[in-house]
């Protein structure tokens, strides 16, 4: 049996995707050059970075509401 790991899957998909559509490839490149991914920021972390982020942007909207409202 195949142990694909998730990564693996995410960057097979996208290369299919970029083989049937070249200038939506295209048009995805641009954007995210300019912009970034949330893919690729979640990827890079792993889930524990992406879980420290998520309490971060919690705790941060606890601060925010408790003392500019």
């Known amino acids: 049996m195949n142990k694909e790991t998730p990564e693996n899957r995410r960057e097979r998909f996208r290369q299919e995707e970029w083989k049937g559509n070249p200038g939506g490839n295209l048009n995805d490149s641009f ?11 979640v990827g890079g972390l792993g889930w524990k970075g992406t879980g420290i982020l998520i309490i971060v942007l919690i705790l941060g ?3 925010y509401s408790v003392f500019f409202r």
């Open 31 to 41: 954007n995210r050059g300019s912009n970034g991914s949330l893919v690729d920021l």
């Open 61 to 63: 909207f606890i601060i």
